[in-house]
């Protein structure tokens, strides 16, 4: 079941890197130490090496050098609500959104101990207390509130209302998309229907609106050229074609009123070419969360949606990513994991200790004959010392057993193979876990099963 050549599950796995090749990610650890210790969904890398998060839940705001040292910077205190609802740097400026403030600092200042803040520097015309989402375009910063979009020009000229659209929309997202600006709307979690609106940053009203049965645009991803957004509470993704949305992708899970998760608009990115994105728990835990990829090693390959970086708790549920920030070859992800947050990176030095794959169910010639296995197998291009692949097969959706007592390795023909006579099947689906040792891990070519 399914389409073919893919799988069922994949996680930690690399996929894309070499083609024809099963590798283990480098496994995410955590990076801001005990510093940040708040939940992080607003991110911006600035151009004087330093990298700013900033605090969902209070003012604060940690820096992170280009040495990778952390701090806490500033804390922001402002009329209404502290948190920040959105950043960008802006013509020699940091700007920042609270609720019903704008506030900014000069590059100069900006650094692992700010100076000259400008505190409630503008004020917002609505004060939306959920998001306040930032994209340059144009030589202009535009900054969403409600459904209002808000305007800073090069002259440091603030507007509060550059443009409106209809109410009951408020802005939650906002993307620069060739020469004009993307915006993904919402309206309210019990209303399936928004849209995604293009405007050309000049124009008194928006260009194209396309109306889609989703709540709410969540977040706009790239790539390259190709523009995605991610809809709803039930793990949709669409293809923006230029004026509409088009079905894309969507993550497994059960979704159900009950059971959903969405992705941040702050967390998604795009990572040696790949686009990457965490998916959150809304409720339920409908799908495994962390950071997926939705990639292809080049234009000629399929697209593959896969769980290619578990956060560094080891949570699989029961998280949530707010943000996602790639600085050069440094993934940085900040996570919430019940009271537990921080920001992970990339580490170079030690492989995912976790991954694994699963296959599609297999049903071998007709459903409603009897069928035995005798064999599953792995062929790898390489197979460490102290490293392993785990077989275990699930007969009939039954839960997985290991067949890791009856494994071998072939090393003629660089095979490991788990021969066990298993009858009774109607339906199978194997899983294949991978035993990493440090910075050491197989890497698998094909994978395999036989029947009498």
């Known amino acids: 079941m399914g389409i073919p050549g893919s799988v069922a599950v994949c996680v930690g796995l690399d996929i894309h890197s070499i083609p024809g090749l099963t590798q283990v990610h480098q496994k995410l650890t955590k990076n801001s130490g005990s510093t940040v210790d708040e939940f992080v969904k607003v991110r911006l890398a600035c151009s004087n090496g330093y990298s700013f998060w900033f605090s969902s839940t209070s003012g604060k705001i940690w820096a992170r050098s280009s040495a990778g ?44 101990s700010w100076a000259s803040v400008s505190h409630d520097w503008a004020t917002f015309t609505v004060g939306n207390t959920s998001w306040h989402p930032m994209a340059k375009q144009n030589l202009k910063l535009f900054i969403g509130d409600g459904n209002l979009v808000a305007s800073v020009n090069s002259s440091g000229t603030f507007t509060a209302n550059a443009l409106d659209i209809k109410t009951p929309f408020q802005i939650k997202t906002m993307v620069p998309f060739d020469i004009d600006l993307l915006i993904g709307t919402w309206v309210a979690d019990t209303v399936n229907r928004t849209e995604v609106i293009r405007w050309d940053t000049t124009s008194p009203s928006w260009n194209t609106s396309d109306p889609i049965e989703e709540v709410g645009i969540n977040a706009f991803m790239r790539d390259d050229n190709y523009m995605y957004a991610q809809a709803g509470l039930a793990g949709n993704w669409y293809y923006y074609d230029g004026v509409q949305l088009q079905p894309f992708k969507r993550i497994p899970g059960t979704y159900t009123s009950t059971s ?12 040696k070419g790949i686009p990457v994105f965490g998916f959150s728990n809304g409720s339920g835990n409908p799908a495994l969360q962390g950071v997926y990829s939705m990639g292809s090693y080049s234009k000629d390959y399929p697209k593959v949606l896969d769980l290619s970086w578990p956060i560094s708790s080891g949570s699989l549920s029961s998280i949530e990513i707010g943000a996602i920030l790639v600085l050069g070859f440094d993934l940085l992800v900040a996570w919430k994991d019940g009271s537990t947050y921080g920001v992970d990176a990339i580490d170079y030095s030690a492989k995912y200790a976790s991954a694994y794959l699963e296959t599609r169910m297999i049903y ?4 409603d004959i ?51 006579s298993v009858d009774g099947i109607g339906s199978l689906q194997l899983k294949f876990a991978f035993t990493v040792s440090s910075n050491d891990a197989p890497t698998i070519e094909a994978y395999g099963v036989d029947f009498e």
């Open 260 to 271: 959903y998760g969405v992705v941040h608009p702050g967390a998604t990115a795009n990572f």
């Open 364 to 367: 071998p010639g007709q459903r």
């Open 69 to 112: 040292s952390w701090s806490l910077a500033h804390t922001t205190t402002s009329t209404g609500d502290d948190f920040c609802l959105g950043a960008e740097e802006y013509n020699g400026y940091i700007y920042w959104a609270t609720s019903t403030r704008l506030h900014r600092i000069a590059i100069a200042d900006a650094d692992n």
């Open 370 to 420: 009897e069928k035995v296995m005798s064999a599953a197998y792995a062929f790898y291009n390489s197979l460490p010392a102290s490293t392993a692949v785990v077989i275990s097969y699930s007969k009939n959706a039954a839960a997985y057993v290991s067949m890791s007592a009856e494994t071998k390795v072939n090393s003629i023909f660089q095979k490991v193979q788990s021969e066990l």
